[in-house]
């Protein structure tokens, strides 16, 4: 990687999707946070592996098992990290990057974008949910199984006029519908 980023700034930025500069701004961000002590039975894999690992599987949906052999790191382990990484992305940058609004006026600004851009009156926000298909959970009869015929968690997000996410859950059962979801986070 080191070499990559020195010598092709566009190869480095077309492998893991994010050009050098944000790359190194979120290493300085969540980098205390995803490091791990090294032990005398292993050492522990530097903050910046884990980085690549993540947004080179998230920028281009490489499986752990093909990953493994870019980075020279096990499978198992990149199915934790990849999880604690996103987790430490999430953490740092959720506040400030995605905020609800909490008060009539930012809700009424919003709708005022929607009216403006769209020609949408009193819109708020457009909802949809994407079901995220896995394997049935133990006893969990029918609960996960969507009505496009397959076992799945949903995704769901909120955006405003601009495209921008103002809120977003993940994790309800695939028989759950989109209102439901919402109205009951909220």
């Not at 292993?42 to 093909?66: F, M, N, Q, V, W």
């Not at 990149?78 to 987790?87: A, E, T, Y």
Request: aromatic residues 12%.
């Amino acid at each position: 990687m080191p070499e990559l980023r020195a010598k092709d700034p566009a190869s480095f930025l077309n492998f893991l999707r994010v050009p050098p500069e944000m790359f190194d701004e979120l290493l300085t961000r969540i980098g205390p946070q995803i490091t791990k002590q090294n032990t005398f039975y292993r050492s522990a894999l530097e903050p910046g592996i884990k980085l690549a690992i993540t947004l080179r599987h998230l920028g281009s949906g490489d499986k752990y098992a093909s990953l493994k052999f870019d980075f020279r790191v096990p499978h198992n382990t990149i199915s934790i990290l990849v999880r604690d990484v996103c987790k430490a992305i999430v953490d740092e940058y959720a506040m400030e990057v995605m905020s609800c609004p909490t008060t009539p006026d930012e809700w009424r600004a919003i709708a005022e974008d929607f009216s403006r851009r769209w020609n949408m009156p009193h819109a708020v926000g457009a909802l949809d949910g994407k079901h995220v298909a896995c394997k049935c959970p133990k006893n969990s009869g029918s609960q996960y199984y969507n009505y496009k015929g397959f076992f799945s968690i949903v995704l769901m997000g909120l955006v405003d006029a601009e495209y921008k996410f103002t809120w977003v859950d993940f994790g309800a059962d695939g028989s759950a519908f989109d209102a439901q979801i919402f109205n009951y986070q909220n």
